[in-house]
């Protein structure tokens, strides 16, 4: 029976296709206006509580500057903020203030912004957006690929720095600052561990895994990607979901011949981020807030705090793909009625009942494919990658250091596999045969004279020269290349200032209702503009004293923005990347806007509403003095100020007591200027 070929995917009107994206923005807007006003006529004033620990804030810096420094324990010490709970012996909080400001003055690197000229800032800009939009749209022009794109962007802007520095534009950049190792050295470890887990054997853990994701249904398939998306993101990291599982996902719309497959792409790549959204270690900014906040947060007040609005983010963003992609999901149906009634009731159309059919009918037909085999036993080999997988996730669970986590799994399964195929695997049968079948014998060789020549032994194939040369180090350059050019882009000083001037009076008060909302939006513009994590960076150099709560914000904000646009996370670039890699180019920016745009806005608010009106992180610091003992705001100005004198900072101590009392002051002559 021949194949049934690919059916020609529907083509959406304008409105049908950026409709919702159009009104999201529109929504957006509007409630933002509605709740600032206008011209910002609503921002609340700040209040003597938040004066309060902005001043505090202000004068512990200044103390910490103050403080002397064992040069030979900072060098030994290295680029490491050590234990949030010193021993007063050790210097307790200061002391650790005093190493975490520098470690984050070096994390973000030396702010350079005032060195450029007018010229030199917005050349510099005019550059990234260039590349920007080249990686947006990469066939828009000249058939490069993305990683070509953004290693010749990064290369163009180490080379324009330089003249910009020698014309005197622009101070020198420094290349190597910018590249952040720590995510390469996690992509190579995952690839490497992905090609073992799928290459070491047939039948093995990874096709049980594609297995498990297999349905005939379109919409159940769909379900179970998405399911397995958040739950893994949220274990391990979305990158390395998304990287084990990408090709799976294009095999399976390979399989089942589907028209389209971004709706399963999509559900892939955005329920990885929203589900990484959950742990501290589900994303790298996650991880990056986490070793850079000043007070502490176990892994579970963590989870506690973002359960909530990633379940109420889940919840919308799959709503919106049953909905979006609705024609898709379910074949034959005449509406979003008789989808619910499909997934609810029961129900079955009879495109639904014939995909059934067939898949049953190609069981049936495969069932002799593997005699005498029993498929659902382990094999030792299988046994070890689930025992290697199990550490894998326990160690990244437990907090140890991902990349080395990574790297060291595929070594491990590497040597397991050599070890499987120079002693267990049988060779490989180089017999030639003639048309009948019948094999042709080696010819001899002979020497000058006249003797034969022994056929010499097959040397080994190497893991050098098969396995390792599968890793995408296309992906590597691609983000070598992204660093360079946002490194750029950020000394330029443009990005904090764009946050500054958007924020307005806001800005102090980021986290408080109605400010949380424009901030959110704030975060999520930049984090697809400037990627998240240098947003991180930012906001952590620019607020070194922000609150858990502040950080939870940042955390979900930064996360589910990865979902507006198809640059805004690295899990999207990979899954583009993979997909391609083995002949599906759907997955593109245009493809995925339409869908992005709506669903995330929608998700990031009204998680954003759950986590102001639910959570469970204190909105004070401890460390900074800020927490009475069941962790909320008190009057803490006095006794901050007391103990400031005891330890000997008296210019910060005498410096905070008249900011303290200046705002008494000013309070009383509102309240005598009210009676009278």
């Known amino acids: ?33 509605a709740l600032l006003g206008p011209s910002g006529q609503n921002i609340p004033a700040m209040t003597n509580q938040q004066m309060d620990v902005r001043n505090l804030g202000e004068a512990r810096t200044k103390a910490v500057r103050e403080m002397d420094v064992d040069i030979k324990a900072e060098r030994k010490r290295g680029n490491r903020i050590g234990s949030r709970n010193l021993s007063e012996a050790e210097g307790g909080v200061m002391e650790y203030t005093r190493r975490r400001h520098r470690v984050l003055g070096d994390y973000t690197h030396e702010d350079v912004s005032d060195e450029f000229t007018t010229f030199g800032k917005w050349s510099v800009a005019v550059i990234y957006f260039a590349f920007w939009v080249f990686l947006m749209f990469p066939n828009w022009f000249l058939p490069i690929g993305r990683p070509g794109i953004a290693l010749g962007g990064g290369l163009m802007m180490v080379v324009y720095r330089y003249f910009l520095n020698v014309a005197g534009h622009g101070p020198e950049f420094y290349a190597e600052r910018v590249i952040i190792m720590e995510p390469l050295f996690l992509l190579f470890g995952l690839m490497l561990t992905t090609i073992y887990l799928e290459k070491m054997e047939r039948g093995g853990l990874f096709d049980r895994l594609r297995n498990s994701l297999d349905d005939p249904v379109n919409w159940k398939r769909a379900l179970k990607i998405m399911t397995m998306s958040t739950i893994g993101s949220a274990a391990v990291m979305n990158d390395s979901v998304v990287l084990i599982f990408s090709g799976v996902v294009v095999d399976l719309c390979v399989k089942y011949k589907v028209a389209n497959s971004m709706p ?13 959204a959950f742990t501290m270690t ?36 799959s709503g919106m793909m049953f909905i979006y992609y609705g024609t898709e999901l379910f074949p034959g149906s005449s509406g979003f009625v008789q989808n619910l009634g499909i997934m609810f009731g029961g129900s079955k159309t009879p495109e639904i009942i014939a995909l059934e059919n067939a898949h049953q009918s190609q069981l049936a037909a495969s069932q002799g494919d593997y005699p005498g085999e029993d498929q659902t036993r382990l094999t030792k080999w299988s046994i070890i990658q689930v025992l290697v997988a199990t550490i894998f996730l326990t160690c990244f669970a437990l907090g140890y250091d991902v990349c080395v986590v990574s790297i060291c799994a595929g070594c491990i399964l590497m040597v397991v596999n050599a070890y499987k195929h120079q002693y267990y695997d049988p060779p490989i049968d180089r017999t030639e045969y003639d048309a009948e079948g019948n094999p042709i014998p080696l010819k001899k060789q002979y020497d000058i004279d006249g ?20 890793v995408d180090y296309g992906l590597l350059l691609l983000f070598i290349g992204q660093f360079l050019l946002i490194g750029s882009f950020d000394d330029t000083g443009l990005p904090q200032a764009f946050f500054a001037f958007t924020m307005g009076d806001c800005a102090d008060i980021m986290t408080s209702v109605p400010c949380v909302y424009w901030f959110v939006m704030i975060v999520t513009i930049l984090s697809n503009v400037a990627s998240n994590v240098p947003v991180v960076q930012m906001l952590a150099a620019t607020f070194p004293y922000a609150t858990p709560y502040d950080w939870m914000q940042v955390s979900f904000a930064a996360t589910i923005a990865g979902n507006l646009t198809m640059l805004g996370s690295a899990a999207n670039m990979i899954v583009a990347f993979q997909a391609a890699k083995v002949g599906d180019r759907s997955f593109t920016s245009e493809r995925h806007a339409p869908f992005g745009i709506p669903s995330t806005l929608i998700a ?17 610091s401890e460390k900074l003095g800020t927490c009475d003992a069941d962790g909320n705001y008190y009057q803490a100005a006095e006794e901050a100020a007391a103990d400031y004198y005891q330890a000997g900072y008296d210019d910060a101590a005498a410096q905070y007591d008249d900011a303290y009392y200046e705002q008494e002051e000013a309070g009383d002559d509102a309240v005598d200027d009210g009676n009278r």
């Open 604 to 620: 990031l608010y009204a998680g954003t509403f759950v986590l102001t009106m639910i959570h469970f992180a204190p909105e004070c």
């Open 451 to 470: 003797n034969e020549i022994e056929q010499e032994e097959e040397e080994l194939i190497t893991e050098s020269e098969t396995t390792l040369t599968e």
């Open 264 to 276: 399963y792409l999509v559900s892939l790549s955005s329920t990885s981020n929203i589900g990484s």
């Open 1 to 33: 029976m021949p194949e049934k070929p690919l059916a020609t995917p529907q083509k959406r009107s304008f409105y049908r296709k950026w409709g919702p994206a159009i009104l999201a923005v529109l929504g957006v807007m509007a409630l933002n206006v």
């Open 282 to 317: 589900g994303n790298p900014q996650n991880i990056l807030i986490a070793s850079l906040m000043y007070d502490d947060i176990s892994w579970a007040g963590f989870a506690s705090n973002m359960f909530l609005p990633v379940l109420v983010a889940t919840f919308v963003n």
